[in-house]
């Protein structure tokens, strides 16, 4: 996918677009782009939330899960209870 086609992604689910924006976070998710979740997630995806906790809880990336915790996410915080555990 070009940038130009995920410009018009983004814009699109900015405004109001739940098709391109179940797009935006699947294609992210592939990507592994922490980056697009995040600010998916911070604008109040909790689909896009959900994604970012499965993808720093595979790259063991405690500060994102801390940040989302610190941030009231609960499942965030049970994930990074049980990586600490390990």
Do not use: H, K, P, V
């Amino acid at each position: 996918m070009t940038e130009s086609e995920l410009s018009a992604l983004r814009e699109r689910a900015g405004n109001g677009d739940s098709t391109a924006l179940d797009i935006l976070i699947e294609l992210a998710g592939e990507r592994g782009d922490m980056d697009e979740l995040r600010r998916l997630a911070d604008n109040g995806s909790s689909d896009a939330a959900d994604q970012l906790i499965e993808l720093a809880t595979e790259l063991g990336d405690m500060n994102e899960l801390r940040r989302l915790a610190d941030n009231g996410n609960i499942t965030a915080a049970e994930q990074l209870m049980e990586l600490t555990e390990e």
